[in-house]
């Protein structure tokens, strides 16, 4: 069963570099998207064949910059009020993937105002990254609300907590997305292929070298566009010159060419991305590749802070818990990607915010101030978080943003002595913690960090936060699963002996001072993970048993074994 789904045309940013108005990805087609029911997957009910009476699937009309397959799905209720369907329509014949209640909807803060849509839009939506700099948005957006002293951007900024429903149903819808994905291909026209891999890793340049030798080639029915690591522009191994020229003279013989006009084609369509282009223009890239272990796989996920286009991942690291593919098998899982579709599974990412304390108008020292009568008074992080908020005073200030794949880790950095950190969800006090740290992971994560502090296996289709204390100084503290609509609070108490340290998928480091937290929540921007075909579930037990050895033991020998004879 085969449902064709048009999805519009959109405006993409100009390249600074190479000129572009918009991608390449399908704008010539006037049917873009090919979605195809598998018949052979396991996953698939009797119930989807049946005619839904969810909404009809809509896209976005509008000139957004997001041009990603997947979060054209996740974008589509932004813009779109949602239709009943027509039942005499001879179009709407399969089951509904797109048509999730909340899926993206802006998600109000806790308090009596909330902030106008109009902000959030220009913070958010503006070229999908307001600015180069992961976390500008939330700052930006605090100092342009102070400028104006509006009473809603103060309360937004100063709980900083989504409404329990929205959350709630922002996650589900995800799920429910990728539940719905990860029974279907998704065949589409991917035009611009980003390419990933180690650069200083001198065995895996020359296969990226050959991966994209092979998606410039005359033998492609699509003219791809390939982009790699700036850095390889210049570097020896990769000979970005030689391989154009041998290009160009495959094409020569091919006798498709007419002399210098070809060889200035080919140069347009190898070009070369930065970090700045795929935080600032992520919607440029139709599908990205990535050659190395499940850390090339998390740089992805750290260079697409939002907006992540599909990721094919072959493994050529060491454990591979995020690579299913084999490297030796690439033209044909390319050209059967390309061809017949792919599946993909959207993978739980969290959204980490720095929050930075403010001082009081009389604070004396860190943690003491003068009130309106003049008693000398001491600041209390419980208190500030989850007491009554006054109209008047804004306690803390957001600072930056970080989407993570792994975990999200609180410790004590390089101080000698323990770290000293209070944990909140939602409205709550949950403990105080005396340890080296602790780690908040996802259920992607659950095999990294988190399995070495002795947190639990977790499936990654489990909607759960993992709660993991590392070295804690109590026999009583056991690793917690919490549900993804909760949003954690970790802060560090104005009386702590040291300050703390915040790691963001082992890649940032950011100091917490007294009073500072950070909060951790469900990401509206998951991780599209493309999958092989077949059961997913049996792949994860596969792989925790082959590569962590997991419940693994001799057997138990039964030669010769008898019941006692009397």
């Not at 279907?184 to 200083?200: C, N």
């Not at 419980?382 to 200030?397: A, F, K, P, S, V």
Request: net charge negative; with cysteine.
């Amino acid at each position: 069963m085969t449902g064709e789904v048009e999805a519009n045309k959109s405006q993409g940013a100009s390249e600074d570099r190479y000129g572009d108005h918009h991608s390449s990805a399908s704008d010539d087609d006037s049917n873009a998207v090919e979605v195809t029911f598998d018949d052979g997957n396991p996953y698939r009910r009797k119930s989807s064949m049946v005619l839904s009476e969810a909404d009809s699937p809509k896209f976005p009309s509008s000139k957004s910059a997001t041009q990603c397959l997947v979060h054209q799905f996740l974008e589509g209720h932004r813009y779109d009020k949602p239709k009943r369907p027509r039942r005499e329509s001879v179009d709407h014949k399969h089951e509904d993937i797109v048509s999730e209640v909340g899926l993206d909807d802006y998600v109000e803060p806790k308090g009596k105002a909330a902030v106008s849509q109009n902000d959030v839009a220009s913070a958010t939506e503006a070229d999908s990254d307001a600015s180069a700099d992961i976390g500008g948005v939330d700052q930006k957006t605090w100092r342009r609300a102070v400028r104006r002293g509006e009473e809603s951007d103060v309360n937004h900024i100063n709980s900083r907590l989504l409404t329990k429903k929205q959350l709630t149903d922002m996650a589900w819808g995800v799920r429910e997305l990728s539940r719905r994905l990860g029974s279907i291909r998704l065949k589409f026209k991917a035009r611009s292929i980003f390419l990933l891999t180690k650069a200083y890793d001198r065995e895996l340049i020359p296969k990226t070298r050959e991966v994209a030798k092979w998606l410039l080639s005359h033998d492609r029915d699509v003219r791809y566009t390939v982009y790699v690591e700036e850095s390889l522009e210049a570097n020896n191994e990769f000979d970005a010159p030689g391989l154009l020229e041998e290009l160009h003279q495959e094409y020569v013989k091919s006798g498709r060419v007419d002399g210098v006009n070809w060889k200035l084609a080919l140069q347009a369509r190898l070009r070369y991305w930065s970090e700045r282009m795929c935080r600032r223009r992520p919607h440029t890239f139709d599908f990205v590749i990535t050659m190395g272990g499940d850390g090339t796989v998390l740089y992805a996920s750290w260079l697409f802070q939002r907006i992540v286009p599909p990721v094919l991942s072959f493994s050529l690291g060491s454990l591979g818990f995020l690579t299913k593919f084999d490297f030796n098998d690439y033209h044909d899982i390319l050209d059967t990607a390309f061809r017949e579709g792919v599946t993909v599974s959207l993978r739980l990412r969290f959204e980490g915010t720095v929050m930075r304390s403010q001082k009081k108008p009389n604070q004396l020292s860190q943690n003491e101030y003068l009130d309106e009568k003049g008693t000398k008074r001491k600041r209390d992080l419980i208190e500030e978080l989850i007491g009554e908020e006054r109209e008047d005073e804004r306690t803390h200030r957001p600072d930056l943003t970080f989407e993570i794949l792994n975990e999200i880790v609180i410790d004590r950095g390089p101080n000698p002595t323990m770290s000293y950190t209070e944990i909140f969800g939602d409205d709550e006090h949950f403990t105080s913690v005396l340890a080296d740290g602790v780690c908040v992971s996802t259920p992607t994560g659950s095999t990294a960090y988190n399995l070495a502090a002795g947190g639990s296996l977790c499936h990654p289709e489990n909607p759960v936060m993992l709660v993991t204390s590392i070295c804690a100084h109590t026999l009583s503290f056991r690793p917690i699963i919490l549900p993804d609509t909760i949003v954690l609070r970790i802060g560090v108490p104005y009386n702590a002996r040291t300050n703390s340290w915040a790691s963001f998928d082992g890649r940032e480091r950011i100091e917490l001072f007294p009073g500072d937290y950070v909060t951790i929540s469900a990401s509206r921007f998951p991780f599209a993970s493309v999958q092989p075909q077949g059961r997913r579930s049996e792949d994860w037990v596969k792989s925790i048993s082959a590569k962590l050895g997991w419940n693994t033991r001799q057997k138990q020998k039964n030669d010769g074994y008898g019941h006692w004879s009397r």
